[in-house]
């Protein structure tokens, strides 16, 4: 991978690219916080596993997702990986704990990456924020992944092609843990439930920052995973599919 060229960095974070000021990312903690889901350091670096808490059951489901992505990266050996949207890095942590995997987490909360970056000093993982994905580097990653997070970007298909100039030329993008609607008026019935929710919590403007994808929205190469309609009912399963879109 070439290096990253960093125009700064701040408490182990690097900064790159352009920098643009963003209403979301206060409006993101503030929510978090009313919600209960900013964890302690020590929390974080546990997870996914999180006892004696009220998301515990949350957890186990991503506990489950994740041990899957990384039985699957497992088998490939060594890997230079992007997890875009990687929040507070304990899944960048997982990523690079595998065959020594070398690691960027990229997020544009800085309170999150901060705290990543306390939790997990491993040498071949680093954490950015950038807003720029053209800042990138071509040619550099045999993976990028979206693990909770393709709900936050409005045109996956636009940033897909932006995306596919950074991979290695048999590099893959997986979407993971995120809803991914059959239909559009599903989808639109989701987008309302989203405004009533950020409305009754006190921050509806979070609503426009929160994106409700049919499948039609991407070009799809492999479904790895696809939660069976009994498991969407009983809710003991994770009910997100795991995607690997064709570049």
Known sequence: ?????????KNNVLFLGKLQKSSFTQLYKGIRKKEGRILTDDQVKNLPKLADHFLQNEWKLREESSARFLNHIRKKGFLTILEIGCGNGWFSHLLANVNKNRVVGQDINQ??????????????LSFINCTDFNSLPNNSFDLIVFNASIHYFPTPNDLVQVLAEKLTSKGEIHVMDSPIYKTKMSAESAEERTQQYYMAKG??????????????????????Y??????????????????QIKV
């Not at 991978?1 to 960095?9: A, C, G, I, P, T």
């Not at 509806?204 to 479904?223: D, G, I």
């Open 1 to 9: 991978m070439q290096e990253l060229n960093s125009n700064k960095v």
């Open 226 to 243: 696809r939660p069976s309609r009994i498991n969407k009912i009983f809710g003991n399963k994770n009910p997100f599919q795991w995607i």
């Open 111 to 124: 309170f999150e990456l901060e705290q990543a970056a306390r939790c997990f000093g491993d040498e071949n």
């Open 203 to 224: 921050f509806p403007e979070l609503s426009r920052f929160y994106f409700h994808h049919t499948q039609s929205a991407f070009l799809v190469k492999k479904m790895h």
